[in-house]
């Protein structure tokens, strides 16, 4: 029998590569993109559907808001038949409050489409 055996020292096992830096890409994707090889038409599609679908999506809520104000007014007569300042309330909203919307919703999709933009870069950047 043997007496008690000392604690085994633990051994942290590692590649000589582990702290060597990456190798750089033959072509960065900014490259790809510029000379519309296959790669660059993947970055440029995921960018055009990115904006599409922000500009659907913005498209479809300030229409459907919009259309749907004159069948309100349609299915609830009495809130057509309201009058604000000797105006009536469909003449206002439709012919007046309508602008802003339009000019709001055009802001938000120019912040959110520069914003894809930016990251759209940033992941170009990266690769």
Known sequence: MTGPQPP???VVVTSPRTRAPRA????????????QSELGAVYMRSLIRTQRRLGLLLCAVVCGSV??????FTLVPPVGAQRLLGVPLPWLLLGVLVFPVFVLAGWFYVRQAERGEREFAELVERS
């Open 24 to 35: 750089p890409r033959p072509y960065p994707a900014s490259r790809e993109i510029d000379e």
């Open 8 to 10: 085994r020292q633990r």
């Open 67 to 72: 259309a749907a104000l004159p069948l309100l």
